[in-house]
């Protein structure tokens, strides 16, 4: 049974930092692409980093410079660094795995999500 238990979430005041784990289990870690996404009230989820499982991590435009994605393979865990958070960050976190097989095939997995609210 595979699954993703996200963790680290909470309030902060704007500027503030928070870091998200994402812990998996089931799957063979070090083959997949782990990526943070996020959903804000009203708005459709939103990719904000990944980690393929060789090669360069990736961000979205509006968190480059104030996240960072990171993995430990040995723990299977990934990390998701948030510095200088802004209200606009405000959203639930999920932890995302995916393995692409070749001929349309793949693996995909959430977990359960974990609120960042940043807010005075």
């Known amino acids: 049974q595979v699954q993703l238990v996200e963790s680290g979430g909470g309030l902060v005041q704007p500027g503030g930092s928070l870091r998200l784990s994402c812990a998996a289990s089931g799957i063979i870690f070090r083959f997949y692409l782990m990526g943070w996404y996020r959903q804000a009230p009203g708005k459709q989820r939103e990719l904000v980093a990944a980690s393929p499982s060789g090669g360069s991590t990736n961000y979205a435009d509006s968190v480059k410079g104030r996240f960072t994605i990171s993995r430990d393979n040995a723990k299977n865990t990934v990390y998701l660094q948030m510095n200088s958070l802004k209200p606009e960050d405000t959203a639930v976190y999920y932890c995302?795995?995916?393995?692409?097989?070749?001929?349309?095939?793949?693996?995909?997995?959430w977990g359960q999500g974990t609120q960042v609210t940043v807010s005075s």
């Open positions: 995302n795995a995916y393995r692409a097989y070749g001929l349309g095939a793949r693996n995909e997995y």
